[in-house]
């Protein structure tokens, strides 16, 4: 039975925080509040950095992934890329390494025919009225920068503030700054169950039967973030997985096939700077599923080397599915919860790896007492808030009301 306040069981430990969910944003917020003297603990139930994290491509693309309506998370996407010089080599720093495959390459997105150039032109007029930097080229300009794609492209846009960083060494240097600034990483060590005491975060019940006691709780654990059990109705974020199906390839002969990220719709060809790319992906709603399919790596192959017909020299080496993690208004969820003690940081979606030195900055400012920032209003958890099947005086207060109000 989980901890209910009270007594102190056997295998209890105290932290100041415990994060659930050992990839890029729980690791980024575990290590932060390392920094900041917290008594930290991060829980993985597989290796650090090896669920979604493991297969993002790592495009840094506010401007070419923004969405009518979606503005919000445009300001903070453009927030964090702001953020990702300073953090990356703070990152790398930290944890003693030379890089992280940070590479300011900018992003090219491209048409292949007038129905999709027009529909390019639509995105161009999109990010002119947001005042964003993108600049039109012409298929023969476009060719001039980036002579791997194909002759027959129609329209291009560079859109030169947009980048890349390599997901697997940042998860592995956030991982290693998290230890040397004295954050604790447990992996293969599942969390269970959020507990309460008095209506307020107590700790985390661990699969193990062990327990963490810990006055705040971050749940960062991407598409299984709704699996934690015992948190309130009215503190809930509804989160599901969005398969993405991905590719990884390298070309033997070295990085010269292209400089930037290649972006056709959802598509992409991301190139690492030294001759390993990532080809993505495909966007599914099954589930948890993680199967890959003959199908995805065809369609994958087909857009890719209709683009950059040297593609299919490349040496392929992985075809691999992640699970994103969507909410209902495809906006995260950042910040506190009408739990006290009880932190979000969850539905990131398409946009985990850019998002998260914004959403560390945000959570941080939590975990110290800070006021919410201006910004943090559209995350606020409590949108979702429902109201608690238990009651007032069921698992969390007085949550019949509150939830009401939210
Ligand atoms: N961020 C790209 C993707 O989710 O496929």
């Keep these: 039975m989980p901890a209910q306040g009270g007594q102190l069981p056997e295998h209890t430990q105290v932290a100041d925080v415990v994060v659930i969910g050992g990839g890029v944003i729980g690791l980024s917020i575990g290590w932060r509040a390392a920094q900041r003297g917290m008594r930290v603990v991060v829980l993985e139930r597989g290796r650090a950095g090896g669920g979604t994290s493991h297969h993002a491509a790592g495009m840094l693309a506010p401007v070419a992934e923004v969405v009518p309506a979606e503005e919000p998370l445009l300001d903070l996407g453009l927030r964090s890329a702001r953020l990702y010089p300073s953090f990356a080599a703070e990152v790398a720093g930290a944890a003693g390494v030379d890089g992280i495959g940070y590479t300011r390459c900018g992003t090219l997105l491209v048409a292949r025919d007038a129905d999709e150039a027009e529909a390019l032109e639509r995105e161009l007029a999109l990010r002119l009225r947001l005042g964003l930097e993108v600049q039109r080229l012409l298929p023969s300009e476009a060719r001039r920068r980036e002579p791997g794609l194909a002759p027959a492209l129609r329209l291009a846009l560079e859109v030169p503030d947009d980048h890349a960083i390599d997901p697997r060494a940042l998860t592995a240097a956030l991982a290693a700054a998290l230890r040397s600034a ?17 209506g307020a975060v107590d700790g985390v019940a661990l699969a193990d039967g062990s327990s ?37 390839l390298h070309d033997p002969a070295g990085s010269g096939l292209l400089r930037r990220v290649i972006r056709m719709g959802p598509s992409y060809i991301t190139p690492r700077g030294d001759g390993r790319y990532v080809i993505g992906a495909t966007s599914e709603e099954r589930g948890f599923d993680r199967t890959v399919t003959a199908g995805a790596a ?55 790896i850019l998002l998260a030195p914004a959403t560390a900055e945000m959570v941080l400012a939590a975990l110290a007492g800070d006021g919410p920032p201006a910004h943090a209003k559209p995350f606020a958890p409590e949108r979702f808030a429902r109201l608690d099947s238990a009651g007032p005086g069921g698992s969390g207060s007085a949550s019949g009301i509150e939830g009401a109000r939210a």
């Design 212 to 248: 963490l006691r810990a006055g705040r709780v971050v749940i960062a654990a991407g598409a299984w973030s709704e699996q934690i059990g015992g948190v309130p109705e009215r503190a809930r974020v509804p989160v599901r997985p969005v398969k993405g199906q991905i590719m990884r």
């Design 298 to 352: 065809f369609e994958l192959l087909r857009d890719a080397s209709e683009l950059v017909p040297g593609v299919l020299e490349l040496v392929l080496d992985e075809l691999s599915a992640g699970l994103r993690p969507g909410t209902p208004d495809n906006l995260p969820a950042i910040g506190p919860s009408a739990v006290p003690g009880l932190h979000w940081a969850a539905g990131h979606r398409r946009g985990g």
């Design 182 to 198: 004295g954050g604790e990483l447990r992996e293969h060590c599942e969390a269970s169950e959020l507990t309460l005491a008095g």
